[in-house]
């Protein structure tokens, strides 16, 4: 059973803190990790994605894997309160295709102002 | 955004009576996807396309089917809808290249009473 594990949330910090979002996934040999941010009433939008080992960085997020301990997680710098929202992990397993793209349930952040 | 829709956006029906919700890319990407989102379960995986006339199972399709007679069109069929479907359903596209993104379209809030 494929499973890609989060923290369901709710996560709370003050504005201007850094947010970290952690996932993990059960299916060793998983090749590519995506984060989707979905808002309240609104469809899962993709922020980042990640294939190799180490730290990427768009802006003010930074998604860092590590496949040896199957664990990817998202890090969101100076929050604001408009990155609240859910935030969702999503792993292609070995198996490929995208039609096999599992997602974890979410966790929720809210920043506080 | 992506050239994705979906329609109807919000539907109420009777349990028994036959839905269909249908999706309408723009991208003219090859592969389609439905999901359902439901509160505790996450986004899951209902049937995908792979081409036109090409479709194939996810994770929950019973009581699904699915049809696409163009690229531009992924249409979901519930042909005799229950309470257990009333949810959230988003279509999803990807282009199926070295990452294999997908992107979602605005959902469809189904109820089933």
């Known amino acids: 059973q494929k499973e890609v594990e989060q923290n369901s949330g709710p996560l709370s910090v003050p504005e201007g803190a850094i947010a970290s979002l952690n996932c993990t996934y059960s299916?060793?040999?998983?090749?590519?990790f995506f984060w989707y941010r979905q808002y309240s009433g609104k469809s899962p939008e993709l922020i980042m994605f990640i294939y190799s080992n180490g730290d990427k960085e768009d802006g003010r997020f930074t998604a860092q894997l590590n496949k040896a301990s199957q664990y990817v997680s998202l890090l969101i710098r100076d929050s604001q309160p408009s990155d609240s929202a859910t935030y969702l992990c999503?792993?292609?397993?070995?198996?490929?295709?995208?039609?096999?793209?599992?997602f974890g349930k979410g966790t929720k952040l809210t920043v506080n102002p | 955004d992506a050239g994705i829709t979906q329609s109807p956006r919000h539907k109420v029906t009777e349990t028994g009576t036959p839905v269909t919700l249908r999706c309408h890319q723009t991208e003219n990407h090859r592969y389609m996807y439905w999901y359902r989102q439901d509160p505790g379960h996450g986004l899951r995986l209902i049937h995908y396309s792979y081409g036109v006339k090409d479709t194939d199972k996810g994770e929950v399709s019973d009581g699904y089917s699915v049809s696409r007679s163009k690229t531009e069109d992924f249409l979901l069929t519930l042909e005799s809808a229950t309470s257990s479907q009333t949810s959230v359903y988003f279509c999803a596209i990807s282009a199926r290249g070295f990452i294999d993104e997908q992107f979602f379209g605005p959902g469809t809030r189904l109820t089933v009473l």
């Open positions: 299916d060793r040999g998983s090749q590519s």
């Open positions: 999503a792993v292609n397993p070995p198996q490929g295709g995208s039609e096999k793209l599992v």
